[in-house]
């Protein structure tokens, strides 16, 4: 999976270095849950699977903090619903709606970011109801 463009200053990048970050590297998720790690950021697609209901969870800044601006792309392709919430409701805040804190979910063949707006505040866009 990918942890992040592998490149220092005084790199030079080659054609193929450069048209390898357009494609996404898919982390595929066909558990009941599955909570964001450090490897989902920088081109990764975390795919959900499974037939059943389903969580995707955001970690607290505690556990790992994901740099701001940070955007996580998930794809359920499961029958069930996704859910997307966070580890620990009363430190991490997830919206989706407004200011509101909430639960988005994410039906079959729809997909939503995840995108990190400050210190433990994240932000659900795309196809959630």
Partial sequence: MAVGFPYATGDIL???DMNGMVAFTINAQSGGTYTLASTD?????????SASTKTVSIPTDASYAFPTGTAITILNTGAGLLTINAVTSGTTTVTSAGTTPAAPTVAQ???AVAIKLSANNWVICGAVA
């Fill in 109 to 111: 063949y729809k997909t």
């Fill in 14 to 16: 080659t054609a193929a």
């Fill in 41 to 49: 950021q920088y081109q990764v697609l975390v795919q959900t699977t």
